[in-house]
C-alpha cells in the first residue's frame, strides 16, 4: 500500500514536498517513482528512484525536482523546488516490481499559482 501526502496551493517559484509511505519492504524491493497527471493529460513520469540509489527525472523536471527514498522508513519523497504553473497537476506515488509489476497510490493534488 501506497500512501501520498504534501500536496496543496504554491505560487510559483515555491516550494513542495510530496511524501509516499509504503507499507512492508516496498521501497528496497521495488523501483520507486513519482508521476503526474495533468487535467486533460496523460499520466506521466516525473521521477524514479531504483534501490540502490539510482535517479532519473523526466527534464522538464531536472535540477528542480529531487527524489530520495529512506529504506528504514519506507518512505519515497519528491522534494520540488522552483515551481511553476505547468506543473498543477495531480501526483501519483509508484512502486514497479520486475515480476509484480506496479503499484500505485492515491494522487495528491498540486497546485501552482502564477
Not at 498543477?88 to 497546485?111: E, F, N
Request: charged fraction near 15%.
Amino acid at each position: 500500500q501506497l500512501q501520498a501526502s504534501g500536496g496543496g496551493l504554491v505560487q510559483a517559484g515555491g516550494s513542495l514536498r510530496l511524501s509516499c509511505a509504503a507499507s512492508g519492504r516496498i521501497v528496497s524491493n521495488n523501483v520507486m517513482g513519482w508521476y503526474r497527471q495533468a487535467p486533460g493529460k496523460q499520466r506521466e513520469l516525473v521521477a524514479l528512484i531504483a534501490s540502490d540509489g539510482s535517479t532519473h527525472y523526466t527534464d522538464s523536471v531536472k535540477g528542480r525536482f529531487t527524489i530520495s527514498s529512506d529504506h528504514t522508513q519506507n518512505t519515497v519523497t519528491l522534494q520540488m523546488n522552483s515551481l511553476k504553473p505547468e506543473d498543477t497537476a495531480v501526483y501519483y506515488c509508484s512502486a514497479t516490481h520486475r515480476i509484480s509489476g506496479t503499484r500505485w497510490g492515491q494522487g495528491t493534488l498540486v497546485t501552482v499559482s502564477s
